[in-house]
Every structure is written in structure tokens, then in C-alpha cells.
């Protein structure tokens, strides 16, 4: 019963690297959200997936990208890393929208740029 | 203003005693509420959604009072694994879904 399965857990980046935050899900969930989360802050939401081929951004997009080629990935692509994405980022997925469904999430990656 | 708002805290209470969190929003068209739950370094898991007429699971209770914007989250009987971060969440319709920052909670022996 895995749920959502982010990988990896941990990574240091070199300012202007680039590298690809994985998610995946086995609930069949259509709605799928990356979030980052720094101290002190309520969780952020990056871009959000209803379907397969189907993403938004969020509140907080950019310096990142997206794609959902099926139900269960979601990754996140960072391009040109900068200190300022520095976080701890979560995936998650709902069954419905996330204002009326409560969220699953993975259990983070932390990320640090340096 | 915040859209979300809660007491950082942290709150230190012994075991056994009742601790209550609240926490503000601004948006009067939210739509629906939630409390979760963050240990330290974890992901956020959901402690309990927050219904009109309040609603209670065990030792914890939900309350929302819609005409003053705030939820509240009551905990009875507090125990040593009740500590962690207490995430209120307020969704506002579609996928507009604001996380306060959260409330600590330190239970001791």
C-alpha cells in the first residue's frame, strides 16, 4: 500500500543545475499538487495536475516545470537551480479537488542549493 | 494579513492536560476545513476534516465558527505522541487550498 512515493529524500545542488523531483501515485487519482514548504511558512502550492495532460500553476511556479504523461507520475523538473529553492517540496494527490478532499501526501525531498 | 493564521506557539503542556489551538482565515467564501498533523521532518497526514456542527474523533475535537472565521482544534487528554506541528487548512474552492503555518505542540512527562 504505498500511496505517494516521492524520491529522492535528500539533494544538494550546484547554483544552475538542473534535476527532476519524481512522484507517483497508485490511488487513481486524478488530481495530483506539488507543494515546497519552508520554515516558518505554510505549505506553498508550485503547479497542479487534474488528469493526465492536464497542468496549472500554482501560487509559487516559478523556476519549475511540470508534465503528467499518465495518472500516476507527476514530476517536477527544476531548471537553473538557485539558493532560493532551497525547501523541503512535497507531492501529494487528492481524489477530488484539493479545497474538498483531504491530500495524500509523499514523504518529501529535501533540497538544498548551494 | 495572513489568509491563514495561526500561534506559532510552541505550546508546552504535561501530559493529560487539554491544550486548544485556533486558527483565523479571511477568506469568507471558504469552503471547507481541515486540521493535519506534521511530526518533525514527516509529511503532513490528515488529522481530521472541520464540519459546520463541529464534529469530534477520541480526544480531539473540530469546531468552525463561520461568522468569526476561525476553527479551533481541542486536544483531551494529551499524551507524549500527540507532539508535533498542527496544520490548520482552509480550502476556498478549486484548487485554492492556503496551509497556515502551523502550531507547535511539545507534551511532556
Known amino acids: 500500500n504505498a500511496g505517494v512515493t516521492q524520491t529522492p529524500k535528500f539533494r544538494i545542488l550546484k547554483i544552475g543545475q538542473s534535476m527532476t523531483l519524481q512522484c507517483t501515485q497508485d490511488?487513481?487519482?486524478?488530481?495530483m499538487y506539488w507543494y515546497r514548504q519552508d520554515p516558518g511558512m505554510g505549505l506553498k502550492l508550485i503547479y497542479y495536475?487534474?488528469?493526465?495532460?492536464?497542468?496549472d500553476k500554482g501560487e509559487v511556479p516559478n523556476g519549475y516545470n511540470v508534465s503528467r504523461s499518465t495518472t500516476e507520475d507527476f514530476p517536477l523538473r527544476l531548471e537553473l537551480a538557485a539558493p532560493s529553492q532551497t525547501s523541503v517540496y512535497f507531492c501529494?494527490?487528492?481524489?477530488?479537488?484539493?479545497?474538498?478532499?483531504?491530500?495524500?501526501f509523499g514523504n518529501g525531498t529535501r533540497l538544498t542549493v548551494t | 494579513r495572513k489568509e491563514v493564521e495561526q500561534d506559532p506557539g510552541p505550546f508546552n503542556v504535561p501530559e493529560g492536560a487539554t491544550v486548544a489551538f485556533n486558527c483565523t482565515y479571511s477568506?469568507?467564501?471558504?469552503?471547507?476545513f481541515f486540521w493535519y498533523r506534521q511530526d518533525c521532518r514527516k509529511e503532513p497526514k490528515l488529522l481530521m476534516s472541520?464540519?459546520?456542527s463541529g464534529n469530534e474523533d477520541g480526544r480531539f475535537t473540530a469546531q468552525l465558527n463561520r461568522a468569526s472565521q476561525y476553527i479551533s482544534l481541542l486536544i483531551r487528554d494529551s499524551k507524549l505522541s500527540d507532539s508535533a506541528t498542527y496544520l490548520c487548512?482552509?480550502?476556498?474552492?478549486?484548487?485554492?487550498?492556503?496551509f497556515g503555518a502551523g502550531t507547535r505542540l511539545f507534551v511532556k512527562a
Open positions: 501529494a494527490s487528492s481524489p477530488r479537488t484539493a479545497a474538498n478532499s483531504p491530500l495524500h
Open positions: 490511488m487513481n487519482h486524478n488530481y
Open positions: 495536475s487534474v488528469g493526465a495532460g492536464i497542468t
Open positions: 477568506n469568507s467564501a471558504s469552503q471547507s
Open positions: 472541520v464540519y459546520s
Open positions: 487548512v482552509v480550502g476556498a474552492g478549486g484548487f485554492k487550498t492556503i
